[in-house]
């Protein structure tokens, strides 16, 4: 089993910072990978980034303004958000997955993480 817990949500302006964090604990030696998604009000749970064996994947809306990354002992993932947009305000999750893929493409789906946080608010203001 693992346990995430995330941090670093709150209220930012347009154009801002944030920087998210996730704790895992517990079996994270047997981790594949480990993402963040996203969940706005109304809408499905997206895929925003993930990173397995030092590779990042990224969703389109994010990249160049959002950079994860990691320790060595998957202890800490983390998500660094620049440039934020009111279109980035969501419930952000952290995912760990004990999956094993040839292809990135598992990766950006939901159903490859089997364990999740209990999410951290980001509101960005206009």
């Known amino acids: 089993q693992v346990r995430l817990v995330e941090s670093g949500g709150g209220l930012v302006q347009d154009g801002g910072s944030l920087r998210l964090s996730c704790a895992a604990s517990g079996r994270t030696f047997t981790t594949t990978a480990m993402a963040w998604f996203r969940q706005a009000p109304g809408k499905e749970r997206e895929f925003v980034a993930a990173i397995r064996g030092g590779k990042t994947l990224y969703a389109d809306s994010v990249k160049g303004r959002f950079t994860i990354s990691s320790d060595n002992t998957k202890t800490t993932v983390n998500l660094q958000m620049n440039n934020l947009k009111p279109e980035d305000t969501a419930a952000y999750y952290c995912?760990?997955?004990?999956?094993?893929?040839?292809?990135?493409?598992?990766?950006?789906?939901?159903?490859?993480?089997?364990?999740w946080g209990q999410g951290t608010l980001v509101n960005v203001s206009s």
């Open positions: 995912a760990a997955s004990l999956l094993t893929y040839k292809e990135d493409r598992y990766y950006y789906s939901s159903r490859t993480y089997g364990h």
